[in-house]
């Protein structure tokens, strides 16, 4: 790639745009166009992370890892400099088209019934969790007009994922909740798979930086355990959006020292259970210390919740936890 191909990519997509993305938030304005916050590469408790919008660079004083929007994401992704490029390239086109499909869909929540229902039985009632989750409802049959209005073509919805491939929605009657380059739908109608993503990575771990600096994360399966837990005040709280963690969400958890609460499901199989004494396992030798919280038999964080546990009993749950 010529040395004006990466000015014009660089251009494309400001450093701040892409953190403020990938959940990371400022501290202080120190002036204007430079910003400090905590830093997203290491274990930092004191904001030491430098942004200059102006010119898209970053500095780090606590680490002193520096550069451009490549080499952030060569440094937060751990990956070489072409494939950089790469996540860059599919981040650029990716993000303002999810942006757009979210914002529907957040539209559409309010007006059926039905998913309102669905929330409210599953726990989720808090017009503040709503909007922090940015949740919404794709209803099926609006998608890919509203898109193509805006002047998206069809080939590029269907590549998204984002029509099926004989033009239809892919998302129908399902809550969604957008993720790091990606959507989760589920579904309403119990003839439908309950759980849908994109094509590709679910990313790294569920609204991570906000956690990041806590000295005990609790770490979830799915995205109404998650709500559950954060709705009753645990904003300590993070997703893995299942019990096999990919390799960037492992390293993130095992990226400063820290109590981790691996709280999955209570299934009768007990297959989240062996997922999650596999996993604490894993923490351990990574010198994290990783407590495994034992739900009631046949509950995972949300039903347990649902079911009229309080804060006070889960609380009681974790300093029960087992090392």
Known sequence: MSRQALDELKQQIPLLDYLQAHNWQPARQLSRGRWMGLCPLHSDHKPSFLVDSTNSLFYCYGCGRGGDVIRFVELYRQVKFPQALTLLHQWRG?????????GLYRMQLHRHGEAVEYLHQRGVRSPELIEHMRIGYAPGGCLRGWLTQLGYPLPTLRQA???TGVGYDAYVRRIVFPLEG??????????APPHRFLPGTKGGLYSWEPVRPYSEVILVEGLFDY????????????CSLGTHLNARQFRQL???PRTVYVTFDADGNDS???AARCLTR?????GITARLVSLPESHDPNSFFV????????QHLLDRACL
Do not use: I, K
């Open 254 to 256: 095992c990226d400063g």
């Open 282 to 286: 894993s923490l351990r030798e990574q």
């Open 227 to 238: 709500a559950a837990l954060w709705e009753a005040g645990f904003h300590n709280v993070t």
């Open 272 to 274: 989240g259970q062996q």
């Open 307 to 314: 079911a009229g546990g309080s804060a006070q009993e889960f």
């Open 161 to 163: 994922g984002l029509v």
């Open 94 to 102: 990716l993000a303002p088209l999810l942006h757009q499909a979210t």
């Open 182 to 191: 990606n959507l989760y739908g589920r579904s309403l109608s119990d003839s």
